[in-house]
């Protein structure tokens, strides 16, 4: 236990169970998904709000099946399931549930095909426009979800020098 949260330290054995990630945005068509999902024999989880569905494939489902579902509704706009979920793989998601927009920009331009090798982005906190706190636009490092994605593509982190850019 660290910091009054558990961690593995190995695994002792596997399940056979597989775990994928998909971005929804609109929450009736994210209703639908689920479903779906569920009909095909998975389990499907989210957090109310959030456009990540978390979906738990057990051995007995067919994940070939959900794969081409998956595939077969990905779009560039609306739903993101690409290379980008494997990517997610294995990381910890943030205090956001993983809805950084680098995630969706990254997502939309692999949906594309678009090759990000030395691509440059930036990383910015975002608030509301009532927003006080003087930090909107201020640079701030990759979170936990985003940081993997930057490495595997080999894109490059842009600094920004100000909230003005």
Do not use: W
């Amino acid at each position: 236990m660290r910091n009054n949260e558990l961690f593995g330290s190995e695994i002792v054995s596997k399940g056979g169970h597989s775990t994928l990630r998909v971005f929804v945005e609109q929450s009736d068509i994210r209703q639908n998904v689920r479903d779906e999902i569920i009909k095909l024999g998975a389990d499907c989880n989210s957090v109310a709000g959030s456009s990540l569905l978390a979906i738990d494939i057990p051995p007995v489902a067919d994940f070939d099946r959900i794969d081409k579902f998956l595939s077969s509704i990905s779009n560039d706009d609306t739903i993101a399931y690409s290379e980008v979920k494997n990517a997610l793989d294995g990381t910890s998601p943030d205090d956001f549930s993983a809805q950084c927009a680098e995630v969706n920009a990254i997502s939309r331009a692999r949906n594309k095909e678009i090759d990000l090798k030395g691509a440059t982005i930036s990383v910015a906190n975002v608030r509301g426009k009532k927003s006080s706190s003087g930090i909107h636009g201020t640079s701030k490092p990759p979170c936990s979800v985003c940081n993997p994605l930057l490495n595997k593509f080999d894109m490059n982190l842009l600094e920004r020098c100000n909230k003005n850019g």
